[in-house]
C-alpha cells in the first residue's frame, strides 16, 4: 500500500471577495508540481460564493465536473438547457463531451453556499454531452458507504469513467473497510467534517488522503465523522 497525505492547511487558496476557494491540487494560479492530479482526479475544490454571486457562463469539454453541496442552494443554468438549483444532499454530475456552456450561481442572495468542484478525466473522449442529478438520503450513509457516483450502480449519477464516489457518516468509535472497486483504481479519501484514522493517519477535517496500490483499507472514526471517498483509475 502506498499513501501520500495532504492536510488543509497545505491547500492551495484563493480569496477573491465573492469566492474562497481551497485548491486540493493545482488549479488556476496555483500551481505545484507535486499536486497535480490524484490518478484521473484533476480538480478537487472546497469553494465558498457569497450571495448572489457565482461563476458565470463559461465552456468545458472533455471533463467529468462533479459538484457536492455541502451548505446553501447553487443554481446551475447550461447550454443543454438544463436549469436545477442543488443543494445539501445533492450530487450533480456534467458529462462535459464535446463542450458545453454552463454557469453556476449561489441561489441566496443573503447568506453563503459552499461546494465541492470536482473534475476527473473521462475514460471516453468527445462523447455527447450530458448531465444528472441525485438527491440522496443521509441516513443511508450512517455507519455505511453510500455510493454516489458510479458507471454503472443503480442510485448513483452517471460518470464517463471507471469512479466510484462514496460517502460515509461514521459515528465515533465505529469503523468501516473500504473495498477498492477495481483493479488498479486508487481512493482519494477526503474529510468533510470530524476525525479518522486511516492505516495509522490521522486525518482531521478538510484533510485528504491518497492510496494506492491496495486492495482494501479500515477507516476509524476519532470522533462523529462525515467523509467522501473517491475511487479512481491512477493512469491517466
Known amino acids: 500500500?502506498?499513501?501520500?497525505?495532504?492536510?488543509?492547511?497545505?491547500?492551495?487558496?484563493?480569496?477573491?471577495?465573492?469566492?474562497?476557494?481551497?485548491?486540493?491540487?493545482?488549479?488556476?494560479?496555483?500551481?505545484?508540481?507535486?499536486?497535480?492530479?490524484?490518478?484521473?482526479?484533476?480538480?478537487?475544490?472546497d469553494d465558498i460564493v457569497e450571495g448572489g454571486r457565482g461563476f458565470g457562463t463559461h465552456p468545458h469539454d472533455n471533463m467529468e465536473?462533479?459538484?457536492?453541496?455541502?451548505?446553501?442552494?447553487?443554481?446551475?443554468?447550461?447550454?443543454?438547457?438544463?436549469?436545477?438549483?442543488?443543494?445539501?444532499?445533492?450530487?450533480?454530475?456534467?458529462?462535459?463531451?464535446t463542450g458545453v456552456f454552463h454557469s453556476e450561481y449561489n441561489k441566496s442572495e443573503e447568506s453563503n453556499v459552499n461546494f465541492l468542484q470536482i473534475w476527473v478525466f473521462p475514460k471516453e473522449k468527445n462523447i455527447k454531452p450530458r448531465y444528472d442529478q441525485i438527491t440522496v438520503d443521509p441516513e443511508l450513509r450512517v455507519n455505511k458507504w453510500q455510493t454516489v457516483v458510479a458507471p454503472d450502480k443503480e442510485g448513483a449519477v452517471w460518470i464517463n469513467q471507471d469512479a466510484y464516489f462514496s460517502l460515509g457518516k461514521i459515528e465515533a468509535g465505529n469503523s468501516l473497510d473500504y473495498q477498492i472497486q477495481k483493479e488498479g483504481n486508487g481512493v482519494y479519501i477526503f474529510v468533510l467534517d470530524g476525525s479518522i484514522e486511516v492505516n495509522g493517519n490521522a486525518l482531521d477535517t478538510r484533510d485528504g488522503l491518497g492510496i494506492w496500490d491496495a486492495e482494501s483499507f479500515n477507516v476509524k472514526a476519532s470522533k462523529n465523522v462525515e467523509v467522501l471517498l473517491m475511487d479512481v483509475p491512477m493512469t491517466v
Open 1 to 45: 500500500m502506498k499513501t501520500i497525505l495532504h492536510k488543509a492547511d497545505t491547500r492551495g487558496h484563493a480569496n477573491h471577495g465573492w469566492l474562497d476557494s481551497h485548491h486540493t491540487f493545482s488549479f488556476a494560479n496555483y500551481y505545484n508540481p507535486e499536486r497535480v492530479h490524484f490518478g484521473v482526479l484533476r480538480v478537487l475544490n
Open 65 to 97: 465536473i462533479i459538484s457536492i453541496p455541502l451548505e446553501g442552494a447553487l443554481e446551475h443554468k447550461d447550454s443543454m438547457g438544463n436549469t436545477f438549483v442543488i443543494k445539501k444532499n445533492d450530487v450533480q454530475i456534467m458529462s462535459a463531451g
